[in-house]
């Protein structure tokens, strides 16, 4: 609300045009986060996090399911940025990069570190 | 994938010893650890693939230092050559390339990643989370940057050299026909790869304090650290992807021909610098927010006071945020084509809530029990500091001295006072801070206030004789001068104080080494402090905690060293503490899918020892 409130007075005031879209686009961009986050609270209601008198043994069991260590998440910035890097010196190392991020994205979804 | 069991704990007969009235000792609580390992890797190939986020801290910590003192050796070249008027180390070609990677890396490969890696380690720990919410994403988020930087610092290496446009690469200077070299297109990449690193890593730290607090962990209970990375991850996601579009339509200038920079098809520079400050200026805050979180971590625990207007000091940041995306064309006012009143009006009124946080850190230390170990000495030199970087900032908001003052070495002091007093001081703060937590183990005091009084003379001297030479008309960005009024002398002072801050750095690498190569005997709260990451070991456990205290306040840990003193703590510790009578195996937050069968397993077995008695 507050982007778009200041970007409404920002063209009031005569701003220039990509103030204007920026700051509309940030009213944007906030509203997705804002509507994440009520879309989130209607659905599953006041957690038990948010409870001011819960405790540790109110949701309590494993700590959690975290993966193990992996190549993938380095071999993908390293396909990321030939990717890109492609751009100023050469296809051939977009297209090496790619590859990479298309390899590493699919063992990233199936892999399973049993 | 691993999953982590719970471990029992110790029982709350023992809190306070035989001694009722007696302080808790976190130490006598948590006891020595059931969990093996603590998280880092020992292996280079550990190291490469690892997705914890304590290790992933540890990483950005040190990758960024490494910027830091890369950029440090940049601003070196940059004291040398203008020590003394003439050209004597550099050409000028060269020296462009130095004083853009030197602010380059500063703002993007150590300020903002320091941060992060506070957002990995710490924040986590601070909420009672057992990792961040993504891993892998973190993972693949550090090696960007990583990578990104590399790219970067490699332009030096590319035909023509590094980028030579300066950190926000206005064009035409940064067109095809102004910088025509690969490295100037080496350096637009490596902040579209850093600008995606810190926007996904954005996502997680919002994902991560919103869904892995630990339960009476709220919102307003949350250590202002937190609160501050996650309003500074909303700016990220806000400001970065600007920046990100920006510099894609450059990179599309110089590759494809396109003109949305170029003024003689109709594109606009401007446009650019429009685009690049809606970035720039919340960046200056993006980089600051968690730094002033550290020391707002501190002040109160070397006071022996809560922290003063807890509540405002949360507003003052969100204002802060929400007012940093509006102010960005006071970089602009010489170009004649922004509405001045409304950017300096917006310009000022930031300091009313930067006024609120200078005001409250004051408040906490106000009337308290003041000692002055290392992080408190190092946070009350960021206060110092960053004021007079605040009041400087001021006066360029108003146009009439901006205009003046635009483009000359007093910016640069400026600029320096502000990110070099918020980010490089309150960085040592929160090193000293943390450092126990971390390794297990102390930093020496004694080095630490060697330490202090050399890096504050040194930057002092480094950086307000700036203020004088632009004062008196000295521009930024020049290797050479005229040896005019006192400018020479000024500049030397300024050299001679870059090589105290040199000095400076050398008895904080030795207490590092004696540190590391001592015994880690720190215990898990050697400050007495308040929030959770301080209720467990040092260093934390895998996974951080096996216990957790109850949270009925900002301070738990607080709370809890206090449980046996009535009016002292908050209120409802105690009883929420008896409350897990008979609950021992029950005390961990945090459940994952399997929490359900684990709680359903835990009354099985309950009724049938009911049954069997």
Same mark, same amino acid.
């Given at each position: 609300?507050?982007?778009?409130?200041?970007?409404?007075?920002?063209?009031?005031?005569?701003?220039?045009?990509?103030?204007?879209?920026?700051?509309?686009?940030?009213?944007?961009?906030?509203?997705?986060?804002?509507?994440?986050?009520?879309?989130?609270?209607?659905?599953?209601?006041?957690?038990?996090?948010?409870?001011?008198?819960?405790?540790?043994?109110?949701?309590?069991?494993?700590?959690?399911?975290?993966?193990?260590?992996?190549?993938?998440?380095?071999?993908?910035?390293?396909?990321?940025?030939?990717?890109?890097?492609?751009?100023?010196?050469?296809?051939?190392?977009?297209?090496?990069?790619?590859?990479?991020?298309?390899?590493?994205?699919?063992?990233?979804?199936?892999?399973?570190?049993? | 994938?691993?999953?982590?069991?719970?471990?029992?704990?110790?029982?709350?007969?023992?809190?306070?010893?035989?001694?009722?009235?007696?302080?808790?000792?976190?130490?006598?609580?948590?006891?020595?650890?059931?969990?093996?390992?603590?998280?880092?890797?020992?292996?280079?190939?550990?190291?490469?693939?690892?997705?914890?986020?304590?290790?992933?801290?540890?990483?950005?910590?040190?990758?960024?230092?490494?910027?830091?003192?890369?950029?440090?050796?940049?601003?070196?070249?940059?004291?040398?050559?203008?020590?003394?008027?003439?050209?004597?180390?550099?050409?000028?070609?060269?020296?462009?390339?130095?004083?853009? +990677?030197? &602010?380059? %890396? #500063?703002? $993007?490969? !150590? /300020?903002?990643?320091? @941060?992060?890696?506070?957002?990995?380690?710490?924040?986590?720990?601070?909420?009672?989370?057992?990792?961040?919410?993504?891993?892998?994403?973190?993972?693949?988020?550090?090696?960007?940057?990583? +990578?990104? &930087?590399? %790219? #970067?610092? $490699?332009? !030096? /290496?590319?035909?023509? @050299?590094?980028?030579?446009?300066?950190?926000?690469?206005?064009?035409?200077?940064?067109?095809?026909?102004?910088?025509?070299?690969?490295?100037?297109?080496?350096?637009?990449?490596?902040?579209?790869?850093? &600008?995606?690193?810190?926007?996904?890593?954005?996502?997680?730290?919002?994902?991560?304090?919103?869904?892995?607090?630990?339960?009476?962990?709220?919102?307003?209970?949350?250590?202002?650290?937190?609160?501050?990375?996650?309003?500074?991850?909303?700016?990220?996601?806000?400001?970065?992807?600007?920046?990100?579009?920006?510099?894609?339509?450059?990179?599309?200038?110089?590759?494809?021909?396109?003109?949305?920079?170029?003024?003689?098809?109709?594109?606009?520079?401007?446009?650019?610098?429009?685009?690049?400050?809606?970035?720039?200026?919340?960046?200056?805050?993006?980089?600051?927010?968690?730094?002033?979180?550290?020391?707002?971590?501190?002040?109160?625990?070397?006071?022996?006071?809560?922290?003063?207007?807890?509540?405002?000091?949360?507003?003052?940041?969100?204002?802060?945020?929400?007012?940093?995306?509006?102010?960005?064309?006071?970089?602009?006012?010489?170009?004649?084509?922004?509405?001045?009143?409304?950017?300096?009006?917006?310009?000022?009124?930031?300091?009313?809530?930067?006024?609120?946080?200078?005001?409250?850190?004051?408040?906490?230390?106000?009337?308290?029990?003041?000692?002055?170990?290392?992080?408190?000495?190092?946070?009350?030199?960021?206060?110092?500091?960053?004021?007079?970087?605040?009041?400087?900032?001021?006066?360029?908001?108003?146009?009439?001295?901006?205009?003046?003052?635009?483009?000359?070495?007093?910016?640069?002091?400026?600029?320096?006072?502000?990110?070099?007093?918020?980010?490089?001081?309150?960085?040592?703060?929160?090193?000293?801070?943390?450092?126990?937590?971390?390794?297990?183990?102390?930093?020496?005091?004694?080095?630490?206030?060697?330490?202090?009084?050399?890096?504050?003379?040194?930057?002092?001297?480094?950086?307000?004789?700036?203020?004088?030479?632009?004062?008196?008309?000295?521009?930024?960005?020049?290797?050479?001068?005229?040896?005019?009024?006192?400018?020479?002398?000024?500049?030397?002072?300024?050299?001679?104080?870059?090589?105290?801050?040199?000095?400076?750095?050398?008895?904080?690498?030795?207490?590092?080494?004696?540190?590391?190569?001592?015994?880690?005997?720190?215990?898990?709260?050697?400050?007495?402090?308040?929030?959770?990451?301080?209720?467990?070991?040092?260093?934390?456990?895998?996974?951080?905690?096996?216990?957790?205290?109850?949270?009925?306040?900002?301070?738990?840990?607080?709370?809890?060293?206090?449980?046996?003193?009535?009016?002292?703590?908050?209120?409802?510790?105690?009883?929420?503490?008896?409350?897990?009578?008979?609950?021992?195996?029950?005390?961990?937050?945090?459940?994952?899918?399997?929490?359900?069968?684990?709680?359903?397993?835990?009354?099985?077995?309950?009724?049938?020892?009911?049954?069997?008695?």
């Amino acid at each position: 609300m507050y982007f778009l409130a200041i970007g409404l007075i920002y063209l009031a005031v005569g701003g220039d045009p990509a103030g204007i879209v920026a700051l509309l686009m940030a009213s944007g961009l906030g509203g997705l986060i804002a509507g994440f986050a009520w879309h989130f609270g209607r659905r599953y209601g006041t957690r038990v996090e948010d409870l001011q008198d819960s405790d540790a043994p109110d949701a309590t069991g494993v700590v959690g399911v975290y993966p193990t260590a992996s190549l993938r998440p380095i071999a993908l910035a390293f396909g990321t940025t030939l990717l890109v890097l492609g751009v100023p010196i050469g296809s051939w190392m977009s297209m090496i990069g790619a590859a990479i991020v298309a390899s590493q994205v699919l063992l990233l979804v199936h892999d399973t570190d049993d | 994938m691993t999953t982590i069991d719970r471990k029992p704990s110790a029982p709350t007969v023992t809190l306070g010893g035989d001694d009722p009235n007696h302080l808790v000792s976190i130490d006598s609580v948590i006891g020595p650890s059931g969990q093996e390992g603590t998280g880092l890797p020992t292996t280079l190939v550990g190291w490469l693939t690892t997705t914890n986020h304590k290790a992933l801290g540890v990483a950005y910590f040190v990758a960024s230092l490494t910027f830091l003192a890369i950029g440090g050796g940049l601003a070196g070249i940059i004291r040398a050559e203008l020590t003394s008027p003439g050209q004597q180390v550099v050409s000028e070609q060269v020296y462009n390339q130095v004083f853009t +990677i030197h &602010g380059s %890396v #500063m703002v $993007f490969l !150590f /300020a903002v990643p320091f @941060g992060f890696g506070l957002a990995n380690y710490i924040m986590p720990l601070q909420i009672g989370a057992p990792d961040l919410a993504f891993p892998r994403l973190n993972a693949f988020s550090f090696w960007l940057y990583v +990578i990104g &930087g590399a %790219v #970067m610092l $490699f332009g !030096f /290496a590319a035909d023509g @050299g590094a980028a030579p446009f300066g950190w926000f690469a206005y064009p035409p200077l940064s067109g095809a026909s102004g910088s025509p070299g690969l490295g100037a297109d080496m350096w637009i990449v490596a902040i579209i790869l850093t &600008g995606t690193s810190g926007t996904l890593t954005a996502v997680n730290v919002i994902a991560t304090i919103t869904m892995l607090r630990t339960p009476g962990m709220t919102l307003f209970r949350m250590p202002i650290l937190t609160w501050n990375l996650l309003v500074t991850a909303f700016m990220v996601l806000v400001v970065f992807p600007v920046l990100s579009g920006a510099l894609l339509m450059l990179l599309a200038d110089r590759q494809f021909g396109t003109k949305f920079y170029v003024p003689t098809d109709g594109g606009s520079p401007i446009l650019w610098q429009h685009l690049f400050w809606f970035f720039g200026h919340p960046e200056v805050y993006i980089v600051a927010l968690p730094f002033f979180g550290v020391v707002t971590e501190i002040f109160p625990v070397f006071a022996r006071r809560p922290v003063f207007g807890y509540k405002g000091l949360i507003f003052a940041t969100l204002t802060i945020g929400a007012l940093s995306t509006s102010v960005w064309a006071h970089h602009m006012f010489v170009t004649g084509e922004v509405v001045v009143t409304f950017f300096a009006l917006t310009s000022s009124l930031i300091a009313i809530p930067t006024g609120v946080k200078v005001f409250n850190w004051m408040g906490s230390m106000y009337g308290g029990a003041i000692t002055f170990e290392a992080p408190m000495k190092f946070a009350i030199g960021f206060l110092v500091t960053f004021v007079v970087g605040g009041v400087t900032g001021v006066m360029l908001a108003s146009p009439t001295l901006d205009f003046q003052l635009s483009d000359s070495f007093f910016v640069v002091a400026h600029f320096h006072y502000v990110m070099g007093g918020t980010v490089v001081i309150a960085l040592f703060a929160g090193i000293y801070f943390w450092w126990p937590k971390v390794t297990g183990r102390m930093l020496s005091e004694r080095l630490a206030t060697w330490h202090f009084w050399l890096l504050m003379i040194g930057f002092n001297m480094t950086f307000f004789f700036m203020h004088l030479l632009g004062r008196e008309g000295m521009p930024r960005r020049v290797p050479d001068y005229e040896p005019i009024s006192n400018w020479e002398l000024w500049n030397q002072l300024a050299t001679a104080g870059y090589v105290i801050l040199l000095i400076s750095m050398v008895p904080f690498l030795i207490a590092v080494v004696k540190s590391l190569r001592g015994p880690a005997n720190a215990g898990a709260d050697p400050w007495n402090a308040y929030s959770l990451e301080w209720a467990t070991t040092s260093p934390p456990v895998e996974h951080n905690f096996e216990w957790i205290p109850p949270i009925r306040s900002e301070r738990p840990v607080f709370d809890f060293r206090w449980i046996n003193h009535d009016d002292v703590g908050a209120p409802g510790v105690a009883e929420a503490w008896m409350a897990r009578e008979g609950l021992d195996d029950r005390w961990l937050p945090l459940a994952g899918p399997v929490a359900a069968d684990v709680a359903d397993d835990a009354n099985a077995a309950s009724s049938a020892d009911s049954d069997v008695g």
